[in-house]
């Protein structure tokens, strides 16, 4: 059998994930306009600028496609929502990351990208079951 590419992993991390923070936040509303509306993963750290914060879930959140596809000042309200959200220690420790993260890049290995695939799976699998 022939093993997936890095970016074959990525993707299917990145939808599997995508599917958890979903269902993680489904009971929550839009963090940018706080609306009940059907929710997309939505990133305060872009996956473009920080990909070593793609899959880290403080960064994560539910966010209604208009704010997270259209709404070029949605990440006003998704910071003020932020800290609410997670805390003031972990908006610093995120800040923190997506500085290291920024300036240095990073790469994922094949090791992480698997771990983690079978990781959000099980995330996925008990959050269907609760």
């Known amino acids: 059998m022939k093993k997936k590419t890095l970016p074959q992993l990525k993707a299917q991390l990145q939808k599997i994930f995508n ?37 880290n879930e403080l960064n994560c959140h539910g966010e209604c496609a208009y704010c997270n596809l259209f709404d070029g000042m949605h990440l006003l309200n998704y910071a003020a929502n932020l800290k609410e959200r997670i805390g003031e220690e972990c908006c610093s420790d995120l800040e923190y990351m997506a500085n290291i993260y920024k300036k240095d890049g990073y790469k994922w290995t094949r090791s992480e990208l698997e771990e983690l695939i079978e990781e959000y799976k099980e995330k996925v699998k008990n959050l269907k079951h609760e």
């Open 19 to 55: 599917e958890y923070i979903r269902l993680r936040d489904k009971d929550k509303p839009c963090i940018s306009c706080n609306q009940f509306k059907p929710l997309q993963a939505g990133h305060f750290y872009t996956v473009k600028q920080y990909d070593g914060l793609r899959f």
